[in-house]
T-cell receptor, first 110, second 114 residues
Framework: GQQVMQIPQYQHVQEGEDFTTYCNSS?????IQWYKQRPGGHPVFLIQ?????EVKKQKRLTFQFGEAKKNSSLHITATQTTDVGTYFC??????????FGTGTRLQVFP | EADIYQTPRYLVIGTGKKITLECSQT?????MYWYQQDPGMELHLIHY???????EKGDLSSESTVSRIRTEHFPLTLESARPSHTSQYLC?????????????FGSGTRLTVV
């Protein structure tokens, strides 16, 4: 079946360092969404990418959709302790079921 | 803040009990979803609904059932709770149509079956 894998599974960084998580799908995606889940919290929608090769920025966060629409990445510049959490990519699918990736847990040390 | 509410927030219950987890949203969204998430792990879709009287099973096999009698309400029921049902259950909703709309999640119910 369809799989959405993320690497790395965990990442520990020093505050101020950059961070990147990669999302890979076994099938071609129509869109890709990204969510952030703080420890003990619920997923919060960050952004949706639609076009092949699309790049979007939100302050220190840069989201990219691969040319073949089978992968995506989230890059955080100069991490802060407020960035701590698990970042999930998710495939909305053609039937509007949101399939989540495996997630990358980010820990930021001050 | 999200207008989707889940109750109870925490629940500890004995094996064999019947329980209903409540989920309500005030946004008029047609589409609603239930996810199961073990601590630190990915979310698995267990049920979803496209609107009133519509319910579908998700990708993860679940012994729970759902109903959708009203647009705003999407309860999940476990007829006989077992320790293997211990997990967090997250409810979400989304409006029909509109590119770029993300899913709005409730705060979740943390269920422990002893």
């Amino acid at each position: 079946g369809q799989q959405v894998m993320q690497i790395p599974q965990y990442q520990h960084v020093q505050e101020g360092e950059d961070f990147t998580t990669y999302c890979n799908s076994s099938t071609t995606l129509s869109n890709i969404q990204w969510y952030k889940q703080r420890p003990g919290g619920h997923p919060v929608f960050l952004i949706q990418l639609v076009k092949s090769g699309e790049v979007k920025k939100q302050k220190r966060l840069t989201f990219q959709f691969g040319e073949a629409k089978k992968n995506s990445s989230l890059h955080i510049t100069a991490t802060q302790t407020t960035d701590v959490g698990t970042y999930f990519c998710a495939d909305p699918t053609n039937t509007d079921k949101l399939i989540f990736g495996t997630g990358t847990r980010l820990q930021v040390f001050p | 803040e999200a207008d989707i509410y889940q109750t109870p927030r925490y629940l500890v219950i004995g094996t064999g009990k019947k329980i209903t987890l409540e989920c309500s949203q005030t946004m008029g969204h047609d589409k609603m979803y239930w996810y199961q998430q073990d601590p630190g792990m990915e979310l698995h879709l267990i049920h979803y609904s496209y609107g009133v009287n519509s319910t579908e099973k998700g990708d993860l096999s679940s012994e729970s059932t759902v109903s959708r009698i009203r647009t705003e309400h999407f309860p999940l029921t476990l007829e006989s709770a077992r320790p293997s049902h211990t997990s967090q259950y997250l409810c979400a909703s989304r409006p029909t149509g509109g590119a770029g709309f993300g899913y709005t999640f409730g705060s979740g119910t943390r269920l422990t079956v002893v």
